[in-house]
């Protein structure tokens, strides 16, 4: 049952609950503390407060926090686990043991511990109680003996013998020790280490604690100190303090540790005077004994020899200086025998690579025996001040050689301004050397001016001068214009030499050739020949104005703008000049540029020509800055645009008449786009015909707007066929216009959504043969689709009534023919059966009436029957025999008529035709030939032939009455006209004519003049045989 | 010229019928007439006639264009019959049509191509080269 904190403190106190033999061991054994020991956990080792205490420690020790975990050394844990094997091999539960425990000063203390082994409900062992007891206090026995052992032999001695045990403190003065101070040794009790610090001089403690520590931390095998002590008398006493550490603890700190102090009071002052007179001396004194040892030292010497920080006292001079030489060495021999040796100057390199000089003198001391005791150096570092002079020369030959050959001239004067330094520089470009003379004279004997190279300076103008007297130089850049040596422009610095005291004991000055960068800079500017030769001679008219706006320079070309002599444009200002509506920006222009708001500007501008007319010219006005930035002139190119502006203007006029021309076409729709379709163009046609505006359209839309996208597509799927290619977009016009199909009928949409037909016309625009855009020329032909559509009816209608005329001619040629042949049957049958009635009048018009109608019938069935039946049946007819025959046929009725026919129509010529119809054609034209001949004349009539394309011509020409076309020309070839009195014109002829002719395909034209003749043309098709 | 025993008219038109019957009669050309007034009546009487041995029309005027069956139908339907007799058939008809004309001439058995009117004395000069 656990009802308490896990800690060891409470599983103890459960143990002692459950077992109070438990209670009892500890009150008995547990003097000095106790410990618990988990066997499971080697870290488990817990220790109660009251060991703690035992140990030094408080709970607040800052070690508290180790003596849970390990105060007990390892060595004896080792051994606790091996006896607690033991027991439990020998089935006992306890045991004794001694153990070491750390105490608070770091040192071992040995304790005894009762242990008893706890156990668990099944008897395995878990825990270790120890019960402690401390062991009886160690003492240094084993010293003392010793102490004692060597007592008497340092009884016997002058030297006070000391032991103290540095851990605990404890100390052990001998009687000799206080003898030596004038006391005994019970005069000083209480004996304790503060007893030393007490008599000891303060000035001399810290050096024997630190000497001390030295030794304590094992750096030196014995301690050695020399002190003073306060002797019983009051007096100061030297005394030498020796000891050494004779016992250490197991850690290895030092325990005990044993001297001795003896007097060395008169030994010490005597050594002291030397010292500190030598230590004073003003210059750098050191004394070695014989072996070279310093025993005084002068501050000067360590000064000199940089060696302040070291304690040069009791150490070999071939120590503190290992660089010296066995050349000095032997001095030093020669010295130590007595000799006397001495150096003016003296040279030599310092291991660390300094140089000192030294100006020395070595010589052997005496002693009280009057033997050579050691060696006394006298030595005067001279380094510094053969090093400033060697600094000195150096620079003075750096100078020199920098002032011989640097191309600056360096002038120097004191304060009188006497020059006192004037290099070959100098002297080269003045041509003269220096002259000692007064300041006054200096501009016109060395030739001294302003920048301008005119003016001579002034006496307080003079640099060096001014540099002298005000400390700074105003004329930075002079003139140098020697009487027998070129000019040279020099820039000038300087200062003021002065002297500690600020004093101003003279000045220098450093002057600069800058001829060749001024030279420079000016053909930069000018770029003299260059720009001279381009401003002068330049194409353009070039003119450089300076910043009060007068000519500065002009050229040739810009005169001849202007139609000016040089002396003209000199007496006018440049505004005027100008036109006088542009003259205030022109002068607003100009002086932005010099005040420099703008760097340059380009304007179309007009100029005022000699003859009065204004030329218009192409102006860019730019500014020319000097080196400093400042505006120097304004140069204005000037180009004719003259010719440029009749061009534009003509351009202009044409583009505008071009622009008319489209704008005026306002039926016809004319759009132009770039190459990618844009719309570039857009005329009045196409505003009136698609609805949008030009605003709308113009660089904004693509024709695909009013264009029907199922036809376009159409279109491409059309062109995708033809090229196996897939057009899109605008690119389908294109290549409509590559593969030449300009033209085409397209349907278009309004901007109100209706649409109409065009027949539109693309083309490329080319410019040097490079398309350049696409143009589209469209007409509205939805009134042409209307006519279509009417003809379209129309021929329907014609055809409808060429099917009844049909049915007409074969009422014609049957019915009506059929009555008609009936009456005249019965006519001749009642005049057969009753004769003698032929006379009757009645009979006879009866006769009469059906003869006409038979005739009429049988002409109505002529012309119909060939529009209907023959154009098939075509043949190929040999035209001379038709004529032969039709001639033979005439020629009696000819005779008669006294009508020349004149047949020369060729014998190879075949027409195609109907054999009837040619011959009734030929016999009818001749046979109307002689009947309308002239009485008047010798008639003929000529049949000639010639061949057109397809068709052989025949012209019957005669020389008979004519024909008034003017009247008849509509009517000629008309049913039932004629056009003379004739007894024998029945004015059907022509009419069937002309139809036989049109029925084999052919055609017939007429020249006629009255009382002259006709001339009839009969087409017929040609037959090449 | 020999008179004609019997002659056939095959015309529905009577007016042409009484014309010719009358013509034939005055011209003494023939007084014996067997008329149809279509091409299918005429052979549906002649057929029988033909079969039969009874007596045959020497002379038959047909026309083209009529009802039922017209002159060329009947033509072809007419000359398959086996006939011993040679009956002369003359064409008569009011059309100018050149084809009918060409068509006639295609027609062994036609003799002659009339164009309506026909009047006693044409039709008897005619017929002398038959008869």
Redesign the interface.
Known sequence: MRLLKNTPQNELYEYICNDIALFHFIQEKAIDGLFLYDIEDPNGFWVDQKLCKTLGYNSKHPNSALIDKRPVFHEDLENLKFKLGECQEQNTDEFESELNFKNSSGSRMAIEAHCKILKDEEGAPIKLLGALKVIEKTKPIKLEQQVERYKHIIEGTNIGLWEWNIQTGETIFHPQWAHVLGYTLDELKPISADLWKKLSHPDDSKECDRLLKEHLEGKTDFYECECRMKHKNGDWIWIEDKGKVVTWTEEGKPEWMTGFHEEINEMKERLLLKRSFIKHAPSAIAMFDKQLNYIAVSNRWLEDYNIEHLDVIGKNHYEVFPEIGEEWKAIHQRCLKGEIIKREDDHFVREDGSEIWINWEVRPWYNDENEVGGIIMHTANISHIKRLENTAREKQNFLETILKNINVGVVSCDSEGKLTLFNKATREWHGLPAMDISPSQFSDYYGLYKSDGETPLEVNEIPLIEMLKYGKIKNEEIVIRPKNAPSKSVKVSGSQLKDDENNVKGAVIAMHDITELKRKEEKLRYSETVFRHTFDYAGTGMVMLDMQGNWARYNDRFLEILGLTAEELEKLHFTEISHPEEREDNLRLFMEIVEGKIKYYNEEKRLLHKNGNYVPVYISVSILNDEKQQPLYSVTQVIDISKQKKAENNLRNTIARFEAILGASTGTLIVGTDTEGLITFYNTGAENLLGYTKEEMVGKQNPSLFHVKEEVMEVATELAENSGQIFQGFDIFKELVKSDQFSREWTLIKKDGSKFPVQLTITAIRDNGKIVGYLGVGTDISELKRVEKEIKSILKITQSQNERLKNFAHIVSHNLRSHAGNIEMLLNLFLEENQGLEGDEMMIHLNKASANLKETISHLSEVVLMNISVKESLTSLKLRKYVDNAVENLTALAEKKDVQIINKVPKETNVLGIPAYLDSIILNFISNAIKYRSPNKQSFVKITTSTIDKYVIIEIEDNGLGIDLKKHRRKLFGMYKTFHSNEDARGIGLFITKNQIEAMGGKIEVESELNKGTTFKIYLKYEKN | MKKIDLACIIDD?P??VF?AK??ME?GNICNSFMVFPNGAEALNSLKPIISSKQKLPDFILLDI?MPVMNGWDFLDEFIKIPCEKNITIYIVT??????DMEKAKSYSNVNNYLI?????NNLREKLMNEF
């Not at chain 2, 309506?116 to 006693?120: A, D, E, M, T």
């Open positions: 038109d007016v042409f014309g009358k013509i005055l264009n009011s059309s100018l049509d050149p084809f309506k009117p026909i009047n006693s």
